[in-house]
């Protein structure tokens, strides 16, 4: 297994064993678990509970760094963060740490409920907590944030998507088709047999590429964005960045993340009526797109933020698009704590 799945390089975390997990699209997952880092203390009400899920990629280290802190709205002498790295991440139980029953290519398929439900079960379990004060992710993470909100509408006080949809687009399936088969066409993948990431090194460098023309904005690059962050040119930041963030990403770690971010679908919980499904969101709700996001545009998401109740769409404004989630734009930083301290005042 890969070292970059390390406490050196993405702690602190813990891991927490929920016993099995049953799948939606069939089969368990014995003696899963979890891997979460927790920060600040639950009150003896335990009520004071905001829960993190991770995104694409990231893991509950990014989170921490770009999102944690005292005097922030997630501050940790206020409320108990629990940040929960999503199944596939390579943290939580993936295709690279699993036993050999179901190691590699023969990790079972995830879907962004299963996630949903082993963190219920983690919370309702080991924690004892019956309800959260706020459930707060991006781009996968608002997946699982939506699925939290409709799955389970009564344990959700709060809750604020940012740059994510509770149905995800066709536009974007196809796209997150890409991503997969600049992988998967590596030669070197064989069919998900290799023995290790630098093996898939093209298609791991074609995935990163790929990330840099949707992950950006084209304003980001026309306003040299890129060079403000300390690179020379486009190739630079391409070959010095982007390249080396997937280059050491277990292959079939990023697929099972890969296809359930493709089809992520609250509706699922109302037999495909969407409306429906957004309709039993309970939580107040703050809806927070990226102005230039082209994975989940503005449109999408006020197309759904329209249909919850006690909802409100609050727009981040960054040219650094997607990946502005990585905390690069500290004025768009600033408008997310502000927009989420506002969410925790709303009663």
């Not at 891997?35 to 600040?40: D, L, N, P």
């Not at 697929?255 to 971010?261: D, F, H, N, S, V």
């Not at 960054?318 to 502000?338: A, C, P, V, W, Y």
């Amino acid at each position: 297994m890969s070292n970059y799945y390390s406490q050196e390089i993405h702690g602190p975390y813990q891991l927490i064993n929920i016993g099995n997990l049953n799948l939606y699209e069939g089969g368990v997952i014995e003696e899963c678990f979890l891997a979460i880092s927790t920060f600040g203390k639950l009150n003896s009400e335990k009520s004071n509970a905001i829960l993190i899920p991770t995104w694409y990629s990231g893991t509950s280290k990014i989170m921490l760094d770009a999102y944690i802190g005292e005097g922030r709205a997630l501050d940790p002498d206020k409320y108990f963060i629990i940040i929960v790295n999503q199944i596939g991440n390579g943290l939580s139980i993936s295709p690279s740490n699993a036993p050999e029953k179901i190691h590699g290519k023969k990790f079972p398929k995830i879907r962004i409920c299963d996630d949903v439900d082993a963190q219920h079960k983690l919370l309702k379990e080991h924690f004892k907590i019956n309800q959260l004060e706020l459930v707060v992710g991006g781009s996968m993470g608002a997946q699982q944030t939506f699925e939290w909100s409709v799955r389970y509408p009564d344990f959700v006080k709060r809750a604020a998507p940012i740059a994510g949809t509770a149905k995800n687009s066709e536009h974007d399936f196809v796209f997150t088709d890409t991503l997969i088969e600049a992988i998967t066409s590596d030669p070197a993948y064989q069919s998900g047999d290799y023995e290790n990431s630098k093996q898939v090194s093209i298609g791991l460098e074609r995935h990163a590429k790929l990330w840099t023309v949707m992950g950006w904005s084209t304003e980001f690059f026309r306003a040299a964005r890129h060079q403000s962050l300390g690179f020379k040119d486009i190739h630079d930041f391409i070959a010095n960045f982007m390249i080396p963030y997937f280059s050491e990403m277990d292959p079939n770690n990023l697929l099972t993340m890969a296809y359930k971010w493709q089809r992520a679908d609250v509706s699922l919980n109302t037999e495909g009526d969407l409306l429906s499904a957004l309709r039993k969101i309970k939580a107040k709700t703050y809806v927070m797109p990226i102005s230039h996001d082209m994975f989940f545009t503005c449109q999408d998401c006020l197309a759904e933020q329209k249909s919850i109740k006690n909802s409100q769409l609050k727009v981040l404004d960054s040219i650094d698009g997607h990946l502005g989630l990585f905390g690069t734009d500290s004025k768009m930083m600033e408008q997310l704590d502000l927009y989420l301290k506002d969410l925790l005042l709303e009663i």
